[in-house]
């Protein structure tokens, strides 16, 4: 059973930065992606960013320039740098990792860290 842990969410003023981390049960390297995506109250869950076994990445719009994903392939973690943060980044971030096969797509989930950023 895959297990993903975050931590490293909190309360920041804007203009701060935080930084998540989330840690698999397994080796990282059986995922094909690992990402981050946030939910604010009453929206959908969106990607914010995503990062392949060939470390090829990818941003939402709204956090090019200001957010960095990477990963400790050694430490089975990904992170999240999250500079400049605004109050529209307030959110819960759900760590994601896929695996695919040629018979399907598996996601597996983490259980949310919660980023307020407020004055």
């Known amino acids: 059973q895959v297990q993903l842990v975050e931590s490293g969410g909190g309360l920041v003023q804007p203009g701060g930065s935080l930084r998540l981390s989330c840690t698999a049960s397994g080796s990282i390297f059986s995922f094909n992606a690992m990402g981050w995506y946030r939910q604010a109250p009453g929206k959908q869950r969106d990607l914010v960013a995503a990062?392949?076994?060939?470390?090829?990445?990818n941003y939402a719009d709204s956090v090019k320039g200001r957010f960095t994903i990477s990963r400790d392939n050694a430490k089975n973690t990904v992170y999240l740098q999250m500079n400049s943060l605004k109050p529209e980044d307030t959110a819960v971030y759900y760590c994601n990792a896929k695996r695919v096969s040629p018979y399907d797509t598996r996601d597996y989930w983490g259980q949310g860290t919660q980023v307020t950023v407020s004055s």
């Open positions: 990062i392949t076994s060939g470390v090829s990445t």
